[in-house]
């Protein structure tokens, strides 16, 4: 029997981001796919894949609260643990985080260990909340 594996999404367009993060959660356990924008993400998305979401705030294009409102337009519920390097949450969608506890901002730089336990947490919220 086997068992899957966890299906983490990165979205960030810094090219060595996505290259570290999707090494990080290989050794981790996790399947990584990495994409360099939101609207890539969304042409690639297939709904009901994926266990977690791990995007940047700010991106070009849409960003990571505009692709987090897209997700709930599409009635897609995916826990999301969102990087930023602004020390500001307001760029954060706060009543997402309240309504569906299952988000996660970690300010740049951030350790490998705060981002694995900060995934871990917003998937355990996810499947507690689907219970």
Known sequence: MTVNQPTAFIVDDDANVR???TRLLGVAGFEARAFSSAEEFLEKLDVGEG????ADVCLPGMSG????QELRHRSIDMPIVFMTGFAEAAYVD???AAE??????L???FDAEALLE???KAISRHVAGSA
């Not at 266990?51 to 791990?54: A, F, M, R, V």
């Not at 609260?65 to 987090?68: A, D, I, V, Y």
């Open 51 to 54: 266990d977690c979401l791990i």
């Open 107 to 109: 300010y740049k730089p």
């Open 94 to 96: 706060g009543d997402g």
């Open 19 to 21: 290259r570290s993060l």
């Open 65 to 68: 609260p505009e692709l987090q």
């Open 118 to 120: 900060a995934i871990q």
């Open 100 to 105: 569906h506890d299952r988000l996660a901002v």
